[in-house]
């Protein structure tokens, strides 16, 4: 079973910032893609950014300009940086990887135990 590890998650203000850590085995980090993934409360989990093998990035529209996504290839971690915070951010943050196909739809049989976000207003 792969074992992601997110870390970095707390209680913040709104407008306030946080950084996310995900630490992944070397097996799935080093030629795939990896993606950052939030579920709220009573909602689905929606991918929020992506970061493909060649270091490109995409992010949903609700964190454009707010979210960076990065990747460091020789700890293993993919990291989002995340600015401007707002209380719509609150969610269970999670992380994966794997085919580009599987970290665009969140396709996998395993996740880790995510980070909690809190944003207060």
């Known amino acids: 079973q792969v074992q992601l590890v997110e870390s970095g998650g707390g209680l913040v203000q709104a407008g306030g910032s946080l950084r996310l850590s995900c630490a992944a085995p070397?097996?799935?980090?080093?030629?795939?893609?990896m993606g950052w993934y939030r579920q709220a409360p009573g909602k689905q989990r929606e991918l929020v950014a992506i970061?493909?093998?060649?270091?490109?990035?995409s992010y949903t529209d609700s964190v454009k300009g707010r979210f960076t996504i990065s990747r460091d290839n020789a700890k293993n971690t993919v990291y989002l940086q995340m600015n401007s915070l707002k209380p719509e951010d609150t969610a269970v943050y999670y992380c994966?990887?794997?085919?580009?196909?599987?970290?665009?739809?969140?396709?996998?049989?395993?996740w880790g135990q995510g980070t909690q976000v809190t944003v207060s207003s």
């Open positions: 070397g097996s799935i980090f080093a030629i795939n893609a």
């Open positions: 970061i493909r093998s060649g270091g490109s990035t």
């Open positions: 994966n990887g794997g085919n580009l196909l599987a970290t665009m739809t969140g396709n996998f049989g395993s």
